[in-house]
T-cell receptor
């Protein structure tokens, strides 16, 4: 069975601080995909990143960066110089792909981390 | 780019009524549809998976007779909550996936059952 754990339920920071959201996953599959989503108060999920299990390169996109380490089954997300607009719930998710090899199939979500950035 | 819409965005109904939620893929063909529910301050829980033209596959613990899913076309899937009760109040979200793995979430439907 797959499992995603986001141990931090809530994080509160002051604007311009850096913040790291942790994600630890469990899977027996050798091929899998990891995702991060942002859910603002409106409720609509915003896709942030997707990684496959064979690509351990860290990625940076503006103020966002991701650290994927298979050795510790972690896929952590760091926001540099946080802003009030970053306040949201952040979800880490895992999938092993769907049928036919061209889809992602079921996503298993972590519990989510509520990030509040204060001005 | 592709957009997935959900209708209605919010619905309030009386206990015992049925509510239909539509999920439409506007610019691509959704071969697979996933329906999730999310309780306040909780994670997204997968309810069922459906492929176009086939019966939905429900997750353990989800009553298929209560949550009717229809995926009759590549652009439309519906979730009907039959005889809704207050405990069915939740945020329902669809996720559309195309044949090449492209995926999009709908904006969600907030259901309140009085």
């Amino acid at each position: 069975a797959q499992k995603v754990t986001q141990a931090q339920t809530e994080i509160s920071v002051v604007e311009k601080e850096d913040v790291t959201l942790d994600c630890v996953y469990e899977t027996r599959d050798t091929t899998y995909y990891l995702f991060w989503y942002k859910q603002p108060p409106s409720g609509e999920l915003v896709f942030l990143i997707r990684r496959n299990s064979f690509d351990e390169q860290n990625e940076i996109s503006g103020r966002y960066s991701w650290n994927f380490q298979k050795s510790t089954s972690s896929f952590n997300f760091t926001i540099t110089a946080s802003q009030v607009v970053d306040s949201a719930v952040y979800f880490c998710a895992l999938s092993s792909g769907g049928a036919g090899g061209t889809s992602y199939g079921k996503l298993t979500f972590g519990q989510g981390t509520i990030l509040t950035v204060h001005p | 780019g592709a957009v997935v819409s959900q209708h209605p965005s919010r619905v309030i109904c009386k206990s015992g009524t049925s509510v239909k939620i539509e999920c439409r893929s506007l610019d691509f063909q959704a071969t697979t549809m996933f329906w999730y529910r999310q309780f306040p301050k909780k994670s997204l829980m997968l309810m069922a998976t459906s492929n176009e033209g086939s019966k939905a596959t429900y997750e353990q613990g989800v009553e298929k007779d209560k949550f009717l899913i229809n995926h009759a076309s590549l652009t439309l899937s519906t979730l009907t909550v039959t005889s809704a009760h207050p405990e069915d109040s939740s945020f329902y979200i669809c996720r559309s996936e195309g044949s090449m793995g492209e995926q999009f979430f709908g904006p969600g439907t907030r259901l309140t059952v009085l």
